[in-house]
């Protein structure tokens, strides 16, 4: 089992629709969680930290469940500048961090 | 703000010639990463220092890659010599020591290896 796992993509959804992300870790004793986002041929960028309690950032939502060691990013109101690659980030052990394979959103006119 | 600075951004060069890739992370940032990303296999941790000592480099794939960080400022990553299969985007990324502290990243450096 990979120690992050992500949807398998690409996600295509016009303007303006909803699309949720999914995300499961391995190691349970992980504490820190992000969802970062990456444009074609550009490094990583963080997007949001993902908070216990869930945490909202304008359109974007994220939600953790520890029991189950799952992770979630819902985009709500699609922009075409939504587009890009969303990848899962989950600390390992101190300041190690392993990145999900990344889910591609298109988002369509 | 200065961001994490890699340079070169592209690097073409042929089989077997040594290949060096630098990067200076965010000032005050303790952590420092250097990472390689492929279509086939994604982003990959190959190394990482915390307060310039070498934590964990179980993700170098072998003994032609070495890394060293000399001082809080710089960071090397060298491949020598160099393969085909080096071919990838490497990117140096750094953050505060904290395991709830994200990673900022370098622009990266294209690498094709010919």
């Known amino acids: 089992r990979k120690e992050v796992e992500q949807d398998p993509g690409p996600f295509n959804v016009p303007e303006g629709a909803t699309v949720a992300f999914n995300c499961t870790y391995s190691n349970s004793a992980s504490q820190s969680f992000f969802w970062y986002r990456q444009d074609c041929r550009k490094e990583p960028k963080l997007l949001m930290s993902?908070?216990?309690s869930g945490n909202e950032d304008g359109r974007f939502t994220a939600q953790l469940n520890r029991a189950s060691q799952y992770i979630s990013l819902l985009i709500r109101d699609s922009k075409l500048s939504d587009s890009a690659t969303y990848l899962c980030v989950v600390n390992y052990q101190g300041g190690k961090l392993i990145f999900g394979q990344g889910t591609e959103l298109s988002v369509k006119p | 703000d200065a961001g994490v600075i890699q340079s070169p951004r592209h690097e073409v060069t042929e089989m077997g010639q040594e290949v060096t890739l630098r990067c200076k992370p965010i000032?005050?940032?303790?952590?420092l990463f250097w990472y390689r990303q492929t279509m086939m296999r994604g982003l990959e941790l190959l190394i990482y220092f915390n307060n310039n000592v070498p934590i964990d480099d179980s993700g170098m794939p072998e003994d032609r890659f070495s890394a060293k960080m000399p001082n809080a400022s710089f960071s090397t990553l060298k491949i020598q010599p160099s393969e085909p299969r080096d071919s990838a985007v490497y990117f140096c990324a750094s953050s505060l020591s904290s395991s709830n502290q994200p990673q900022h990243f370098g622009d990266g450096t294209r690498l094709s290896i010919l």
């Open positions: 993902v908070y216990s």
């Open positions: 000032s005050g940032h303790n952590s």
